[in-house]
């Protein structure tokens, strides 16, 4: 039955009601609802959509049984690769919350935090995530927020930056310096911080696509019980690894599917008037050409790092080399997008908020897609681990 959630059905049953549940629930029109909604709008859209996932059991595929899920990988891609098909919107507003902050509990997580946490997020609970300081660019480690303890609690004071979704968070994953004294990846901690704490200032940025998905966080005396630690203290990069992995790992497998479709969109712009091939004109047939075998390398690494015996997605370098390849191939589609366009491609189209970074409004997708290079370790740190864990290249030397 369509929308049951059913972990052990044999994939082609799980597909076949996936499908069906999504011709029976998706609102056709959500893109132009959407295009132009307020922000209020958008959110209530976001938790809609996510009730209606969860109801199906669709909402959590790569949680444990246990939390709700329990799909084995292979199934998880089924659920994925459906939703993307239809062109399902994405759980953006949910995104920290299903993925990073769920693959921190599931990892480093006190009872009482997995007891605790994971319910209120299938709730609908927003989490954001509190790393990115300014001048510290990709090098994490040198974040200068400072935690205090003092008895029972900490008390905390610094900045941050770059929080995805902060403005409608109510909880905060949130990495802070216990000891200015260790080495600086051995003096960080791990935090859940309430967003509603006094003390805590959330500013948006206004970005170039006209969003405000990103914002400041500033932290002035707030004080975090002690319970709230996740993981030993001082022990925080360590936890933060997990949390980061969950970015470069399973969720690739919706996305390298989206990506898929929005090269199904540029096939269908670069069709003629009458529906003329697109391989009428050589030089755009090549092109496409090009893309869709990336697109196709794209999804069979991801179904090959998937199906590796013993392996997991969101673990060691794999995941850094599909993170890598899926953010470059994402431009170079996207920067093609605008190319085909011609000079129309260079208008600022409105995009539905919830939609990708291929959603056939070039110019903002070209822009956004520059996005995926930076969160989650950017490119260059990518290439690192890869060299480094994967090679078995020598270190890069410390600054």
Known sequence: ??????????????????RQWCAEHLPHDWRERQTGASHDE????????????????????????????????ARQAVIFEELARADAPRLSLHFVSLHHAAGTFLDAGTPEQRDRYPPEILDGAVWCQGFSEPEAGSDLASLRTRAERRGDVYVVNGQKIWASGAADAQHCLLLVRTDPSAPKRRGISYLVMDMDSPGVLVRPIRQITGEEHFCEIFLTDVRIPVGNLIGAENDGWRVAQSTLASERGGTMIELAERLAVGLRRLLLEAAGPEGSPPTADTVVGDRLARLAREAQALRLLVRQVITRPGSELAQGAHASVVKLYYSELLQRLTAFGMELAGLDGQRATRRAPGSGWESGAW?????????????????????????????????????
Do not use: C, K
Request: avoid cysteine; glycine fraction near 12%; charge should be negative.
């Open 1 to 18: 039955m369509p929308g049951i959630r059913a972990p052990q059905l044999p994939p082609d049953e799980l597909r076949a009601g996936v």
């Open 42 to 73: 958008f959110i209530r859209f976001q938790h809609w959509w996510f009730g209606e996932l969860r109801a199906a059991g669709y909402a959590v595929p790569h949680w444990p049984q246990s939390w709700g899920g329990g799909f084995d990988l």
């Open 363 to 399: 110019l903002l997708d070209h822009i956004g897609s520059w996005e995926w290079t930076i969160p989650g370790g950017t490119s260059e740190i990518q290439r690192n681990i890869i060299a480094e864990r994967a090679l078995g290249l020598p270190r890069e030397p410390a600054a």
